[in-house]
């Protein structure tokens, strides 16, 4: 392939790499100070705003089931082991070879320095305008303030920083409270467990989404567009760009080693390489991917890739215990919707109407209890319903369990091996200590707990630990620290440290094991990081 000369670009205070929520936070906020921003994606853009949730689709809205394939669309497996499994079915006339005797070669995108024992095959990378918050599930929950929070902040700057975060992705408590399911789900779970109070009670999951204002039948759901406002708008602004499809392959520091110059990005669809030069460089393309551009740029502290933790994850499918549904019509909180409904609808047996929202709880991490939890009806890249389930009777329960950061349990990046990007392949070294496993299995067993308080479990969607790396909720790859001793790649300012004009943002700067869904704290530390670089010009 003809090479090209790349082609300047010197017309912005900053170079984002990455488009999630992370990264427009960082836009937003800088914009908002007065200085000029570029973004740059690897993904293509999906909708006519930047980064908008594409859930927020009428048909989705309508029935959410479907969407489950749009996810899936979307992941793209980091590490694949080789599968070496003989085809003893082909047709023997067709080609085949011994894989043995080709070690060598490389195919189907796999990974051959992969050990499948130690790998994370649940762990993906989205690539598209806006990232994950195309299709995330908008769970925003703070973290414990003992149990999961790094005491690296006071908890006066965690609190002030919990506030704006939450302004910013358009958090509420409130989006499904005038739902039947999610207050009877909400009574049962409080039944269940009563020696659960408040505020660590069953209660409703803090979601960054809205109501529809103009028919409230429909949720709003927070996208990369919610956090931009106007600049989510193309060309609504001439000191704010993204750049699509562009992949930023590497930074190049400066003579002295202590700055960055000017970053590699190659356009691929036209396949023109640029430099893009800055005074300041922000790196917020995932947990695994932004540890990969550092790596590729030689920027490899001690700690890049290292103390990685991942959720475990068990989840089940419930039917609705028949006593719940029967004791509908008579429950004088829903009664007259209820006879509303059978009245337009004789004929269907299930006294919930078909426009009444999903159940969207939790059950928070607390004392004795290190695991977050999620009680609702959505689509993941699993648990899909098929079309003769009826979705109103169906409840989702997922537990998710805190892992210790350990040094140990890391990503490493190849220098001979490339995925489909062209950039270092990433490689998992992971697994789970004694304590960790017992952990796991105390989780699973409160799990159970409150799946029989609900109803009966869905044939095929059973209890069962997941894949690991499927929570997508990984964390601890360039980690924050108060001091440059080897345990960690950014200072509390999530500036890189070494260098005076590098920025991290991302849940791989999270320095604790955590069980909550981590993009509200991360949301918060690139608060924290913006408000370091409009003081520090």
């Known amino acids: 392939m003809m090479s090209r000369t790349p082609s300047q670009i010197n017309d912005f205070d900053v170079l984002i790499v990455g488009t999630g929520p992370v990264g427009c ?17 690897s993904g293509a853009s999906q909708s006519p705003k930047y980064g908008t949730h594409l859930k927020n689709a ?6 959410v089931n479907p969407f489950v394939n749009v996810i899936r669309g979307h992941l793209h497996a980091l590490s694949v082991p080789p599968n070496e499994s003989p085809a003893l079915t082909l047709d023997p006339g067709a080609f085949s070879y011994d894989p043995t005797l080709y070690k060598g070669f490389i195919g189907s995108n796999q990974n051959p320095a992969q050990d499948a024992r130690t790998n994370l095959p649940g762990a993906a990378a989205t690539y598209a305008v806006g990232g994950m918050a195309t299709h995330w599930t908008c769970a925003t929950p703070r973290q414990h303030p003992s149990i999961e929070r790094s005491s690296l902040l006071t908890e ?30 909400r009574d049962v779970l409080r039944q269940t467990f009563p020696e659960l109070k408040s505020p660590y009670d069953p209660q409703n999951l803090p979601l960054a989404a809205e109501r529809n204002a103009d028919n409230d039948e429909l949720v709003t759901w927070t996208g990369s567009d919610t956090v931009l406002g106007d600049l989510a708008v193309p060309r609504s602004s001439e000191r704010f760009k993204i750049l699509s499809e562009c992949r ?38 995932g947990t695994v991917l932004t540890a990969q551009v550092l790596y590729n740029s030689g920027i490899r502290p001690v700690a890049l890739g290292a103390y990685l933790s991942e959720q475990t994850m068990a989840f089940c499918q419930v039917v609705l215990r028949q006593t719940i549904i029967d004791g509908l019509p008579t429950d004088t909180r829903f009664a007259d919707r209820i006879q509303l409904y059978r009245k337009q609808h004789p004929n269907d047996p299930i006294p919930i109407p078909m426009n009444d929202p999903d159940p969207q709880l939790t059950i928070p991490v607390s004392t004795g209890r290190p695991w977050h939890t999620q009680i609702h009806r959505d689509a993941f890249a699993y648990g899909g ?14 537990w998710f369990g805190m892992v210790k950061q350990r040094e140990e349990n890391k990503v490493t990046f190849s220098d001979e091996v490339h995925d489909t990007f062209g950039m270092p392949q990433p490689t998992f070294h992971y697994s789970l200590d004694r304590e960790d496993r017992e952990l796991q299995h105390s989780m699973m067993a409160e799990m159970l707990k409150a799946a029989t308080g609900l109803g009966g479990f869905l044939p095929g969607s059973e209890p069962q630990f997941m894949a690991p790396g499927l929570a997508l909720h990984i964390h601890g790859t360039t980690r924050m620290g108060a001091q440059d001793d080897g345990t960690s790649v950014v200072d509390t300012s999530c500036k890189v440290w ?22 509200l704290t991360s949301v918060s530390l690139a608060l924290r990081a913006c408000d370091h670089i409009v003081s520090n010009p």
């Open 25 to 41: 936070t960082f836009a937003r906020a800088l914009i908002d100070h007065g200085r000029s921003v570029l973004m740059v994606d």
């Open 58 to 63: 009428f048909l989705f809205q309508r029935d």
């Open 156 to 185: 006066a700057d965690w609190n002030s920083l919990y506030n704006r975060a939450e302004k910013l992705l358009n958090t509420h408590k409130d989006v499904f409270e005038n739902s039947i399911r999610n207050t009877v789900v």
């Open 248 to 285: 930023c392959t590497k930074l190049v520091p400066d003579e002295n080693g202590d700055g960055i110059l000017y970053a590699d990005v190659m356009d691929m669809g036209n396949w023109q390489p640029y430099h893009v030069h800055a005074k300041v460089f922000v790196v917020c393309a």
């Open 385 to 398: 319903l098929p079309p003769n389930i009826d979705n109103r009777l169906i409840v989702d329960l997922r």
């Open 498 to 519: 070494g260098f005076r004009n590098l920025y991290l943002g991302g849940n791989g700067l999270i320095p604790t094991a955590i069980a909550c869904n981590p993009t």
